[in-house]
Nanobody, 129 residues
Framework: YVQMVESGGGSVQGGGSLTLSCVAS?????????MGWFRQRPGKEREGVAM????????????DVEGRFTITQSYRENAASASVYLRMNSLGPGDTAMYYC?????????????????WGQGTQVTVSS
């Protein structure tokens, strides 16, 4: 049974930084898999922000955040849990959203949130101008 717990959201002024954390437990039987960060801005659909493949460490970013956000992980192969972090720099009001972490086994697609099986409860990020 996979569980996801996020932390680290909050309010920050434009130009500031935040780091989000997510712990995924129960992933010990994953054959490969990944963790992704997604966000849902007011009035918009959920969108992919960044993702990282557990075994390879390969990362992918959404166009809006490339160069400003960095995803990293603390992962050991066959471990029952992993931690993934999203460092967000140069934040602007357009980054205000509810941020979610999600995970799935197998192949992963940043632009297809529906493919992710397990989701955290979300953490709010608010950026003021």
């Amino acid at each position: 049974y996979v569980q996801m717990v996020e932390s680290g959201g909050g309010s920050v002024q434009g130009g500031g930084s935040l780091t989000l954390s997510c712990v995924a437990s129960g992933i010990g039987e994953y054959s490969s898999g990944c963790m992704g960060w997604f966000r849902q801005r007011p009035g918009k659909e959920r969108e992919g922000v960044a993702m990282i493949f557990f075994k390879t460490g390969n990362t992918y970013y959404g166009d809006d955040v490339e160069g400003r956000f960095t995803i990293t992980q603390s992962y050991r192969e066959n471990a029952a849990s992993a931690s993934v972090y999203l460092r967000m720099n140069s934040l602007g009001p357009g980054d205000t959203a509810m941020y979610y972490c999600a995970t799935r086994d197998g192949n992963c697609f940043l632009k297809v949130p529906a493919r992710y099986n397990y989701w955290g409860q979300g953490t709010q990020v608010t950026v003021s101008s």
